[in-house]
């Protein structure tokens, strides 16, 4: 077996056994946001679901491939490891999922805060998301979790995360999943 | 979720630029080729070379993923776009048909016996006499391409996993 032939053969298991119709692992720039965003809408037009939910699905992926876009390198710039992205299609929903390497410092605050929408229902997130609103500072990287609010509400489902160690003091692997429904309740 | 590790570790260390999985019929291609069009644009490689990458991913995406096994729902065909340390490569693996399996075994058995100039003449000749093609000479005219924009780095095999046959198709873009 070749190194070449491995390699697509673990890509394919992966992506079969996660449904994972697209897999992107690279430096992110505008333009190779645009074109998955592109494909997106490719392939909700191809489902046939909602306008709603196209909507959902493509506010629910900007913001995390903006989040991606932000946090994308180490501060050493020596690219250990590199942020994905992964757009999984099951029977009937999809889910958009992002990694990305995240300072050991900001993994409580992170945790902290997608616990927190998690435990919202969807008044609940409304209020919250005027007051961050309110109360966030622009300039900050990651803000007051606005994204993550944001997320919750347009997705109307629990945001899913994981932190994995990648050999790094400094440095662990961030995983966020975002679950959108093809037929609105 | 501990696959995201798994991902970006595996394709940080082939060099893979992008991988996609589906059964690429109609809009999905033409999303796919879209994805596929803007990463290879944003190499910073000469124009010929882009567009040998992209003449081969059009053919790989419209004549050998979304032909074969397809429902509509299945997704079985990927298709990974690589850099190399002299060039690109395409690997493309896809479940086909038995019959389809054979086709392309032969028309890979006649590149053996063939340098280029013989493939050229054969596509030229299925080019000129036929007006109705048959599926053989439909796939023959899609490897024939490919060959021909990858200077015949093009390589073929059947995986089998259990009860699962996966065609797999190598293509090497050399930059000289």
């Known amino acids: 077996m070749t190194a070449m032939e491995s390699t697509l053969q673990q890509i394919h298991a992966i992506m079969n056994q996660e449904n994972a119709v697209l897999v992107y692992s690279g430096e992110f720039n505008q333009d190779i946001v645009k074109s998955m965003l592109s494909y997106a809408e490719g392939k909700l037009d191809a489902t046939g679901v909602d306008d709603l939910v196209k909507k959902k699905m493509f506010n629910v992926m900007v913001e995390m491939l903006q989040n991606i876009t932000k946090h994308q390198f180490t501060t050493d710039e020596e690219q250990v490891v590199q942020p994905c992205f992964v757009l999984i299609e099951e029977d009937d929903y999809f889910c958009v999922v992002t990694g990305n390497p995240i300072h050991v410092d900001k993994i409580d605050i992170v945790s902290e805060r997608i616990n927190t929408v998690n435990g919202m229902n969807a008044d609940q997130l409304k209020e919250y998301y005027k007051q961050a609103r309110l109360n966030s500072r622009i300039s900050d990287v990651g803000g007051a979790g606005l994204g993550f609010i944001d997320m919750a509400r347009k997705s109307e489902n629990r945001l899913d995360f994981g932190v994995y160690d990648i050999d790094s003091a400094d440095y662990k692997y961030f995983s966020l999943k975002a679950r959108i429904n093809k037929v609105l309740a | ?176």
């Not at chain 2, 260390?13 to 999985?21: G, Y």
């Not at chain 2, 190399?84 to 399996?101: C, F, V, W």
Request: hydrophobic share 40%.
């Open chain 2, 1 to 176: 979720m501990d696959y995201t590790v798994s991902i970006q570790r595996v394709m940080k260390e082939s060099n893979c630029l992008i991988a996609l999985r589906d059964n690429f019929e109609d809009l999905l291609a033409k999303s796919a080729l879209s994805i596929l069009e803007k990463k290879i644009e944003s190499e910073d490689i000469e124009l010929s070379l882009k567009n040998k990458i992209f003449g081969v991913v059009v053919e790989c995406v419209q004549n050998i993923c979304s032909s074969g096994l397809r429902d509509g729902k299945t997704k079985d065909s990927v298709l990974v776009l690589s850099r190399m340390p002299n060039g690109y490569k395409i690997d493309l693996g896809t479940q086909m048909s038995a019959d389809q399996e054979a086709i392309y075994s032969d028309i890979f058995k006649n590149f053996d016996t063939k340098d280029l100039s013989g493939i050229k003449e054969q596509r030229n000749a299925i080019l000129a006499s036929r007006e109705h093609l048959t599926e053989a000479e439909r796939d023959f005219l899609a490897v024939a391409d490919i060959a021909i924009r990858s200077n015949g780095e093009v390589s073929y095999w059947v995986n089998e996993s259990g009860n699962e046959r996966f065609s797999n198709i190598e293509v090497k873009i050399i930059n000289n």
